[in-house]
Nanobody, 115 residues
Framework: QVQLVESGGGLVQPGGSLRLSCVPS????????MGWYRQAPGKQRELVAG???????NYADSVKGRFTISRGNVKNQVYLEMNSLKPEDTAVYYC?????????WGQGTQVTVSS
């Protein structure tokens, strides 16, 4: 069973930056979508950034201009560069890979923005 391993979360001050990484533990074929989601306490999980196999991207309005999703040189790695972080960005962040067969989710990594 292939798992998605996330890393890069942590505690950062407002205005700071973090880079999240998502690396599959094995080979996943026919990936057509990649994305990062987040879930804050008491709120629903929401899409933060998405990336298609054709390199189209989409972002939540709240993170446009601050966050950047990208794929790695090694197949199926996905990253989320987060700049100018705000306290309202505090949440558990999950990566998701969607293939033509099924979707895969990471275990989540905590991002806390606080002074």
């Amino acid at each position: 069973q292939v798992q998605l391993v996330e890393s890069g979360g942590g505690l950062v001050q407002p205005g700071g930056s973090l880079r999240l990484s998502c690396v599959p533990s094995g080979i996943i074929s026919h990936i057509n979508t990649m994305g990062w989601y987040r879930q804050a306490p008491g709120k629903q999980r929401e899409l933060v950034a998405g990336l298609t196999s054709g390199d189209s991207t989409n972002y939540a309005d709240s993170v446009k201009g601050r966050f950047t999703i990208s794929r790695g040189n090694v197949k199926n790695q996905v990253y989320l560069e987060m700049n100018s972080l705000k306290p309202e960005d505090t949440a558990v962040y999950y990566c998701r890979l969607g293939s033509i067969y099924r979707e895969y989710w990471g275990q989540g990594t905590q991002v806390t923005v606080s002074s």
